[in-house]
């Protein structure tokens, strides 16, 4: 009775070390690698981007292209990429970006305050990047030819830039978001000599941030 007792609980646990899983494999992690991806601007732009390491040197000058690094020790391994596949790669930081800030240029009537037909026709559409950007800081800056002195230009630069200022809060922009300022004919977009009536430089610069 005994010898049975014995032979049956030899058997039962020869069975439950059959139904026993296999050990996992031993896996070595993957060695992590930096990626370096170069981006075109907003305007589609792109610059240069020079990956140097004591391995090797790879230079990036196109749109999406990428470098990708082992370590330090091994030469950066020039790949390309397209825009589906970064943003699936960065996708969660490229939404963090802020967005690029909008460049606007408004002209006017010579000696004037008053803008030109189709320049007074763009104000809603600098209104609407405000809003889109959320923006908390607009510049607008009055700028003129050089047809009168000094002094004046700087007075009638700055009474169109408050004029722009006023059209764009009637139009629905806040206020308080707008910073107005002058350079008269300090700056001007056409490199003039002086008494020279310039249409390019009778402007109002609007940079949305």
Excluded at 174 to 188: F, I, R
Aim: net charge positive; aromatic share 2%.
């Amino acid at each position: 009775m005994r010898k049975l007792t014995l032979t049956v609980a030899v058997m039962l646990l020869a069975g439950c070390a059959k139904k026993l899983p296999p050990p996992a494999p031993v896996t070595t992690p993957a060695p992590k690698q930096n990626l370096i991806v170069l981006l075109p601007d907003p305007d589609g732009k792109v610059g240069k981007v020079t990956i140097t390491n004591i391995g090797g040197t790879s230079q990036l000058d196109q749109a999406y292209a990428a470098a990708r690094v082992e370590n330090a020790a091994s030469a950066p391994e020039s790949i390309v990429l397209d825009e589906a596949r970064t943003r699936q790669l960065f996708g969660s930081v490229l939404d963090t970006l802020p967005l690029a800030q909008v460049h606007f240029q408004l002209y006017f009537q010579q000696a004037a305050d008053q803008l030109v037909p189709e320049s007074a026709a763009m104000l809603s559409e600098v209104v609407r990047a405000i809003r889109d950007r959320r923006s908390t800081d607009v510049s607008v800056v009055g700028h003129t030819d050089t047809t009168d002195d000094a002094r004046r230009n700087y007075e009638l630069g700055l009474r169109r830039a408050r004029a722009v200022a006023e059209l764009l809060k009637k139009s629905g922009a806040d206020g308080a978001v707008l910073t107005v300022a002058s350079h008269g004919e300090g700056n001007p977009l056409v490199k003039t000599g002086d008494n020279v009536a310039e249409p390019k430089n009778r402007r109002v610069e609007i940079v949305v941030r």
